[in-house]
């Protein structure tokens, strides 16, 4: 067997290239994290973290009413990208186009727009 050399040899190339290709892989993926330019026009969006930080969770314009936010209890931060003023639990409003990068304490409450 005068080849197994020269296949040993390939099978090693070929395996230093797939751990090189992986690596170069691992070190350019994308991260998940929220941030203010991920917020679709048109929507209410909330984060769990201050700036736009952490989780991020949005309402369209068109699901008016009230809204339970359990994934983002509380909620530290907003953007309201609707032509509606949105009540956030029990901070106040945040008007059309407004970003609130932090709100001191949390927000506790239903996001409520769009209602009487």
């Known amino acids: 067997m005068r080849n197994a050399p020269a296949v040993r040899k390939l099978f ?3 395996l230093a290239a797939a751990a090189l290709l992986a690596g170069a892989l691992a070190m350019t993926a994308p991260t998940a994290s929220a941030a203010l330019s991920d917020c679709p026009r048109n929507a209410v969006c909330i984060w ?13 314009e068109g699901d008016t009413g009230c809204h339970p936010h359990p994934n983002n209890t ?3 931060s907003a953007y309201n990208r609707t032509r509606w003023d949105v009540r956030l639990g029990d901070k106040g409003f945040v008007h059309e186009g407004q970003y609130v990068p932090e709100t001191p304490g ?11």
Do not use: E, K
Request: charged share 5%.
């Open 106 to 116: 949390g927000v506790y409450g239903d996001i409520c727009f769009g209602v009487g």
């Open 48 to 60: 769990s973290g201050t700036l736009g930080g952490g989780q991020m969770s949005w309402f369209g």
């Open 74 to 76: 509380p909620i530290w």
């Open 12 to 14: 090693m190339s070929a």
